[in-house]
Structure formats: C-alpha cells, structure tokens
C-alpha cells in the first residue's frame, strides 16, 4: 500500500488531542471521613467500573476517527501491480499519438488537446512514487527518459503537433531498447491514440512478459477529405519563357463524387492557373495545369486545394530552376555526326558548339556542362588534362568510340584518363535491353507502354574490360554486355559508348528511346533535385556546390521562419554533397547556403499517409498486441462527447481511502451512541 498525497500523514499527531484531553480530566478520588456518612447511600463499586469502561470506549473512538480521517486525506491506495504482474516497479509508457491527423475534432475539441488531458488524469490517479516513459510519434523527442509524475505532466503540456512522425511498432521497440540498456522492466503500456490505418507498419515488438496494455482510442467526427498527392514535370528542363506542363495528382478520399473542384497553382506567390476537375470518390485523379515561366533561377511552386477541416495535405511545396539552355560541346576527330548535330543543334534546351579537337580555340571547358567525344583515338597531353579538369568539376563526358580504328590507339587515350579499355570488337547481331538501375527510368519517360518497348538493335560493338571500376549500365545487351553505361569519376560522370555513332553499326541514332536518353545523360552534369521531399525520409539529398570551400559547411534556412540548421552532410569526390535532413519538423521551403552564397532551394512536404481517414478495428489491434505477447487489458473509446470509461481503471492501483472516510463515519455514529447511552 502506497499514499498518493503522504503530507497529510503528519495530521496523525492529531489522534494525541482526545488522550490529553482525557488525561486532563482524569481525577484519582481522595477518601475524606465525615462522620455522618452512615447516612449516605453506599455507592456502588460496579457503577464506578462501567463509567471508567465507558471513558476509555470513548477515547479509543475518537482517536480511531481522527486516524482514519488523516489517512483518507493522504489517499492510501493498494499497488496490486506486484501480486497481478509480478514486477518489482512501478514503471508506465504512455505513448501520445501527435500526428497530424489528430488534429481533427470531436464535438468542437481537438482530438491532440483531449488526449493530452485525459493522459494528465491518468498520470495525476498514481502515487508520487511512480515513475513513466512518456512518447510520441515524432522522432525528435523521442529519448524515453524515465521521469516523476509532475515531470510527465509537464512534458505532456508542451507536446504539439508533429508533421514527421514514426510508426508505433518503432516508438515501442525504442522504448524497449531504452529501459533494457537502463535495467528496468516496464509493468504496463497505455496509448492514445485515434489509431488511423497508417499508425503500425510492421510487427509490433514481441513482449515475453505479458505486459499490460491499454488502448485509449479518441475518435474524431466523420470527415471528407480530399489531398494533393504528387506532382511531377513533363520535361524535367525549364528555361524562361517556356510553355510547361506541371502535372498533379489529387485524391479524393471520400465517398462524394465532387465536380469542378478547383486547384490553383502559385509561382512565387503569384496566381500561375486554376484548373477544374472533377474527382471520383475514393480515386485519384491526375490533372495538367500549363503555364509559362517567367525569370531565371529557382522557383518556389505551391499547389493549392480548399477542403476543410483536414488541411495538412491542402498544400504541396515543390523548387526546380529555370536555366539558359545547356552549353554542350562536340569534339570530333574525323567527320562531325550528323545525327548528334541534330539531336543537339534543333532542340532550344541546348546551345550546341562544335569543333575539331585539335581546332578547339580555348584553353579549358569550363563554359559547357556536357561534353560529347566523337571518335576520339588520339591521347594528346592537352585534350587530356582538359578533360580530367572538366570530369573534377562536375562535368559530364559522353564517348563514343570510332570502331574502325586501331583499338590500341583508343585504349591508350582511355588510359590515360584511367578508364577500361577495349579488349575486342563484337561484329554479331545483338538486341539490347534498358539496365536494371534504370528500369524506372525508362517508365517515367515511357507512356502509355501497352507492349514491351523494342531497345535498339546492334551490329557491332566494342567489348570493353569489365573488372576495372564499378558502373552502372544504362543500355547493355541481352547477355549482359555494357552498350552505354555510365563511370562516377571523383566530381563528374563519363558515358560510356560500345556503339559508335555510326548509323550502321546501330539503329541507336533513329530510335525513340535516344530523345530521353540525351536528356538523361544531360541531366547528370547539372544540379537537378527532386520537386521536393517529405519531411522525416531518411533518404539522403544530393546537390551540387557553386564553388563552396571544401570545408564550409552547408546550412539550411526554412524561408518562412526563424529556423536554421546544420544537417548532417558528407561531401562527396568533386562538387557534390549528401545533405541528411531526418530531422527536419517543418513543410515549405528550405535555402541551401555556403559561406553566404545560395546553393539551391529545397521543398519539404507533409508525409501522405495520414490523409487516408480510415481507422485499425479493435480486432485488428488485438491481433497486432495479442500475437506477440502483449496483454491488452483495456479498450476505451472517446466519444464524440468528449466521454469516454473512467481512465482509473488502467491503473492497477486500487484506492481505498473512500472506504476509510466511510469508516470514520460508522465510528463517529458509535460514539454518539455512546454519550447518549451515557447521559
């Protein structure tokens, strides 16, 4: 037996008034001789020991009345968790689902507000010697110190709403882990939570020890909801005064079927389109909004919705660039192709030059970002150090091999920019197929594929060492012999090309699939990002440098507020660094900065699972509890009224001072019986 307020014990020196009192009025009697008592009456010797019996029958009254007055004022309360668990502490995790989605109501309270209250009552009905673990879904505070009950309550006053949220099977192991490097064992588990569909997404911990559980499920009123999923670019390259076509996936999460709902998209706070669509219910739909862009440099994009109350996912943030067309250099050795000057030359996203290597009129390649080696056999001193300077600084080099030459020739130019040489020269029919590494590739570039997608077809080919360096195969052949594949050198990338440029050694240079793949290649010398990112991914984010010191560091500053941080980074060989930013907690829009200098802009999103309002069954709970050794012993719902069963009876404390009060109360009737018999 415990006492939740033990100050009142100290009220016991009361139960000492009614023995003074009686002292006090206790008299010996004193024998006095007169000589007329033979005509007093002789008292009684039995009426004398019945008044003393009676006096002390008092006193015992009213100083068991005071005692249990006392102790029902210090709440005694018996801890039957050590006879009904076995366990040697007094230790609770309380885990409080602070996820967006309980930020919905029920009955005009917010579900987050009515479940930090009711953990509050539950810590409050506890003795002052019990000890908790206090949890969220949000991985920033999860540390799971073992704290008093005033320090739990307190913790709980300052929980808010967390946008980057871990599943519960995580918060559980996490806690276990915790109390098993700290020694301790843990004699019950009580969650609030509205228990949305998204809140487990593995196996719940086992438990070996059957430890309680208590689900409070705090159920918000029925809503609608309706959510802008993704977004993606037509073309992934953007120029100023370019028509684009921004396309955007909306859901519609509810059973309504809703017409013209609109959609509105805002380019650096400026109305860009509105677009109408009608949804079906419970069906994503997708949706294009053209517009034009304006300016140079990145761009902060927002699609919009108006659905109410849910409005987490009304918004989705996404940055690109607009740049001047790509500055692409073609060196050749022999006759230019005319199929890479028509590739280059006629499309506006490029700004194509064109030399003989050894008419080349500048000392480096600084002003392109992709440069194209036609046929190049000879290893000259200054075409080689051009190269390795360009490949240092992000650059990309794609080659493409003169198969009519002397492959020693070839090789010793490939040597000297330590790369693998050619080992012989395949001249037999072979089909080619798009490598594992880039299989969604070629889906996101590819529509409506309702047949597989012929590769080209290849009459000869250069077969190249394969034990030199890893790589990563964009095109390879049936058999799995590289056809294009691609080498991360320290700071840029080299394509490699088995197939010349030559229409007659593949149909490479007509097929659909060479349009996409300019771009791909392209694309890997420039800092193109992600439209954005979710906030709590451990997906790490590349970007490129603008020139920063190899030691600055890299912060991120959110546009919108006060926050800066330090991520955690790795710089890679060259110009490019790893950002980890996990801990990241707010949407919109993040700058990347070295030493004052902008080095890109950076989107961060709300996760989508929470917008899906659908709810685990108790029978499902069970199951996930249940089959891994927990003992669910409690199941209580919050109504939309706000009520729900009384929380005292998770705890495996049993209060019994209002037994005591009504103890005092009987006694009290005694000893009024007592001095009415008395008188």
């Given at each position: 037996?415990t006492?939740?307020q033990?100050?009142?014990?100290?009220?016991?020196?009361l139960?000492?008034?009614?023995?003074?009192?009686h002292?006090?009025?206790?008299?010996?009697?004193k024998?006095?001789y007169?000589?007329s008592?033979r005509?007093?009456?002789?008292?009684?010797?039995?009426?004398?020991?019945?008044?003393?019996?009676?006096?002390l029958?008092l006193l015992i009254?009213r100083?068991?009345?005071?005692?249990?007055?006392v102790?029902?004022?210090?709440?005694?309360?018996?801890?039957?968790?050590?006879?009904?668990?076995?366990?040697?502490?007094?230790?609770?995790?309380?885990?409080i689902d602070?996820?967006?989605s309980?930020?919905?109501?029920t009955?005009?309270?917010?579900?987050?507000?009515?479940?930090?209250?009711?953990?509050?009552?539950?810590?409050?009905?506890y003795?002052?010697?019990?000890?908790?673990v206090?949890?969220?879904?949000?991985?920033?505070?999860a540390s799971f110190?073992?704290t008093d009950?005033?320090?739990?309550?307190?913790?709980?006053?300052?929980?808010?709403?967390?946008?980057?949220?871990?599943?519960?099977?995580?918060?559980?192991?996490?806690?276990?882990?915790?109390?098993?490097q700290?020694?301790?064992?843990?004699?019950?588990?009580?969650?609030?939570?509205?228990?949305?569909r998204?809140?487990?997404?593995?196996?719940?911990?086992?438990?070996s020890?059957?430890?309680?559980?208590?689900?409070?499920?705090?159920?918000?009123?029925?809503?609608?909801?309706?959510?802008v999923?993704s977004?993606?670019?037509d073309?992934?390259?953007?120029?100023?005064?370019?028509?684009?076509?921004?396309?955007?996936?909306?859901?519609?999460?509810?059973n309504?079927?809703?017409?013209?709902?609109?959609?509105?998209l805002?380019?650096?706070?400026?109305?860009?389109?509105?677009?109408?669509?009608?949804?079906?219910?419970?069906?994503?739909?997708?949706?294009?909004?053209?517009?034009?862009?304006?300016?140079q440099?990145w761009?902060?994009?927002?699609?919009?919705?108006?659905?109410?109350?849910v409005?987490?996912d009304?918004?989705?943030?996404?940055?690109?660039?607009?740049?001047?067309?790509?500055p692409v250099?073609?060196?050749h050795e022999?006759?230019?192709?005319?199929?890479?000057?028509?590739?280059?030359?006629?499309?506006?996203?490029?700004?194509?030059?064109?030399f003989?290597?050894?008419?080349?009129?500048?000392?480096?390649?600084?002003e392109?970002?992709?440069?194209?080696?036609?046929?190049?056999s000879?290893s000259?001193?200054?075409?080689?150090?051009?190269?390795?300077?360009?490949?240092?600084?992000?650059?990309?080099v794609?080659?493409?091999?003169?198969?009519?030459?002397?492959?020693e020739?070839?090789?010793?130019?490939l040597n000297?920019?330590?790369?693998p040489?050619?080992q012989?020269?395949?001249?037999y029919?072979?089909?080619?197929?798009?490598g594992?590494?880039?299989?969604?590739?070629?889906?996101?570039?590819t529509?409506?594929?309702?047949?597989?997608?012929?590769m080209?077809?290849i009459?000869?080919?250069?077969?190249f060492?394969?034990?030199?360096?890893?790589r990563?195969?964009?095109l390879?052949?049936?058999?799995?012999?590289?056809?294009?594949?691609?080498?991360?050198?320290p700071?840029?990338?080299?394509?490699m090309?088995?197939?010349?440029s030559?229409p007659?050694?593949?149909?490479?240079?007509?097929?659909?699939?060479?349009?996409?793949?300019?771009?791909?290649?392209?694309?890997?010398?420039?800092?193109?990002?992600?439209?954005?990112?979710n906030?709590?991914?451990?997906?790490?984010?590349?970007?490129?440098?603008n020139?920063?010191g190899?030691?600055?560091?890299?912060?991120?500053?959110h546009?919108?507020?006060?926050?800066e941080?330090i991520?955690?980074q790795?710089?890679?060989?060259?110009?490019?660094?790893?950002?980890f930013?996990?801990?990241?907690?707010q949407?919109g829009?993040?700058s990347t900065?070295?030493?004052?200098?902008?080095e890109g802009l950076?989107a961060?999103?709300?996760?989508?699972s929470?917008?899906?309002?659908?709810y685990?069954?108790?029978s499902?709970l069970?199951?996930?509890?249940?089959?891994?050794?927990?003992?669910?012993?409690?199941?209580?719902?919050?109504?939309?009224?706000?009520?729900?069963?009384?929380?005292?009876?998770?705890?495996?404390?049993?209060?019994?001072?209002?037994?005591?009060l009504?103890?005092?109360?009987g006694?009290l009737?005694?000893?009024?019986?007592?001095?009415?018999?008395?008188?």
């Amino acid at each position: 037996m415990t006492f939740q307020q033990p100050a009142f014990l100290f009220g016991l020196f009361l139960v000492t008034i009614p023995l003074i009192i009686h002292l006090i009025n206790f008299r010996k009697s004193k024998t006095i001789y007169f000589s007329s008592l033979r005509f007093i009456e002789e008292i009684q010797t039995t009426n004398r020991n019945r008044r003393r019996i009676q006096d002390l029958l008092l006193l015992i009254l009213r100083m068991l009345i005071i005692a249990l007055v006392v102790f029902a004022f210090a709440r005694p309360v018996i801890r039957s968790s050590e006879t009904t668990t076995g366990r040697s502490e007094n230790l609770t995790a309380i885990i409080i689902d602070n996820t967006p989605s309980m930020n919905l109501t029920t009955n005009g309270e917010v579900l987050l507000a009515l479940a930090k209250e009711k953990a509050k009552e539950l810590i409050e009905s506890y003795p002052p010697g019990s000890r908790f673990v206090l949890a969220s879904m949000d991985p920033a505070t999860a540390s799971f110190r073992i704290t008093d009950r005033n320090e739990a309550i307190s913790s709980i006053e300052q929980l808010t709403t967390s946008f980057v949220m871990k599943p519960l099977n995580q918060v559980i192991q996490g806690i276990q882990h915790q109390l098993k490097q700290e020694n301790h064992e843990l004699s019950a588990l009580i969650i609030l939570s509205d228990f949305q569909r998204n809140l487990i997404n593995e196996t719940i911990p086992d438990d070996s020890a059957k430890t309680p559980v208590s689900l409070v499920r705090i159920t918000a009123e029925s809503f609608s909801n309706i959510s802008v999923d993704s977004c993606w670019f037509d073309n992934p390259l953007h120029q100023s005064g370019q028509q684009e076509n921004l396309k955007a996936r909306i859901f519609n999460h509810s059973n309504e079927f809703m017409t013209d709902f609109p959609v509105r998209l805002e380019i650096n706070d400026t109305l860009k389109a509105e677009a109408l669509v009608d949804l079906p219910p419970f069906a994503p739909t997708e949706v294009t909004i053209p517009f034009t862009n304006v300016g140079q440099n990145w761009q902060q994009g927002i699609i919009k919705l108006f659905d109410y109350p849910v409005t987490f996912d009304n918004e989705l943030f996404f940055s690109y660039r607009i740049e001047p067309s790509i500055p692409v250099l073609l060196l050749h050795e022999g006759d230019p192709s005319p199929d890479l000057q028509r590739l280059f030359g006629d499309d506006s996203n490029f700004s194509l030059e064109t030399f003989n290597y050894r008419g080349f009129p500048r000392s480096d390649f600084q002003e392109y970002r992709l440069i194209i080696l036609d046929g190049i056999s000879q290893s000259e001193p200054a075409l080689i150090q051009r190269t390795r300077d360009f490949l240092s600084q992000g650059g990309t080099v794609w080659f493409f091999p003169d198969l009519n030459v002397s492959t020693e020739q070839t090789n010793s130019f490939l040597n000297r920019l330590s790369l693998p040489t050619i080992q012989g020269i395949a001249t037999y029919p072979a089909e080619s197929v798009i490598g594992i590494t880039y299989q969604n590739w070629l889906n996101s570039v590819t529509i409506s594929r309702d047949t597989r997608l012929k590769m080209p077809t290849i009459q000869k080919m250069a077969r190249f060492d394969q034990s030199a360096i890893s790589r990563e195969d964009i095109l390879t052949t049936v058999a799995g012999d590289p056809v294009i594949s691609r080498y991360r050198l320290p700071g840029g990338s080299f394509v490699m090309n088995s197939i010349s440029s030559d229409p007659a050694v593949s149909d490479l240079m007509a097929h659909p699939v060479l349009v996409p793949l300019t771009y791909l290649v392209a694309h890997m010398g420039l800092d193109i990002n992600s439209l954005y990112h979710n906030l709590g991914s451990e997906q790490p984010i590349r970007i490129q440098l603008n020139g920063a010191g190899e030691t600055q560091l890299i912060r991120i500053k959110h546009l919108s507020s006060e926050l800066e941080i330090i991520p955690a980074q790795q710089r890679s060989l060259g110009d490019q660094i790893t950002l980890f930013t996990g801990t990241l907690s707010q949407p919109g829009f993040y700058s990347t900065k070295a030493d004052g200098v902008e080095e890109g802009l950076i989107a961060f999103n709300t996760p989508r699972s929470e917008s899906v309002m659908e709810y685990l069954a108790d029978s499902t709970l069970e199951k996930h509890f249940q089959t891994t050794g927990w003992a669910i012993t409690n199941r209580t719902d919050i109504e939309s009224d706000g009520s729900s069963a009384k929380l005292s009876t998770f705890n495996q404390n049993k209060p019994i001072w209002p037994y005591l009060l009504w103890l005092a109360l009987g006694l009290l009737l005694v000893e009024t019986f007592v001095m009415n018999r008395e008188k």
